[in-house]
T-cell receptor
């Protein structure tokens, strides 16, 4: 597709269950980002990938959160043993980012809305 | 660390009114500054940007000027339309190593006919 694709668009789960959120970036974009958008909290950075490696995982809120990226393309964000405070919209973005050299424009998907009951 | 502060919303305006959404930032060095917009049901998209002091970014009738002396990047539009109703996010990137953006909390704009 032409844009960043995320799935599922909506996920309702029970507390304690694991969830996987998928992001398919724009073809050719080497950089991939996960953000979390909570009501009243703006966008919170979670993790950044350059290719398949993650040089910055500083935003992951706990060890229940993990992410991987394979083939320099699709990424999966996994939340284990979900808690109610994990409820948010999880946004994925990609860019042509090369270290310090691009325009800073990120292209966002529409997000995955997670509700933990 | 870097931070962005923008005015809380919602901002409610009538069509053709003048819009200002304030944004100030804290950063080391000389960041690039951005406004992103999120229309209902859509992903964030870049509205405009400025990469150095005194630069003016503009797009779709919106403007913002990079003011280093006041560390500000206020968004303005002379005459808003109903279709401008959205959430607006101010952001910065210091390019310390890559393009991770630091966002403000967003300001919802509601324009009525």
């Amino acid at each position: 597709g032409a844009g960043v694709s995320q799935s599922p668009s909506n996920k309702v789960t029970e507390k304690g269950k694991d969830v996987e959120l998928r992001c398919d970036p724009i073809s050719g974009h080497t950089a991939l980002y996960w953000y979390r958008q909570s009501l009243g909290q703006g966008l919170e950075f979670l993790i950044y990938f350059q290719g398949n490696s993650a040089p910055d995982k500083s935003g992951l809120p706990s060890d229940r959160f993990s992410a991987e990226r394979t083939g320099g393309s699709v990424s999966t964000l996994t939340i284990q043993r979900t808690q109610q405070e994990d409820s948010a919209v999880y946004l994925c973005a990609s860019s042509l980012a090369a270290r310090g050299s691009d325009t800073g424009e990120l292209f966002f998907g529409e997000g995955s809305r997670l509700t933990v009951l | 660390g870097d931070s962005v502060t923008q005015m809380e919303g919602p901002v409610t305006l009538s069509e053709e009114a003048f819009l200002t959404i304030n944004c100030t930032y804290t950063a080391t060095g000389y960041p690039s500054l951005f406004w992103y917009v999120q229309y209902p049901g859509e992903g964030l998209q870049l509205l405009l940007k400025a990469t150095k002091a005194d630069d003016k970014g503009s797009n779709k009738g919106f403007e913002a000027t990079y003011r280093k002396e006041t560390t500000s990047f206020h968004l303005e539009k002379g005459s808003v339309q109903v279709s401008d109703s959205a959430v607006y996010f101010c952001a910065l990137s210091d390019f310390s190593g890559y393009s991770t953006l630091t966002f403000g909390k967003g300001t919802m704009l509601l324009v009525s006919p």
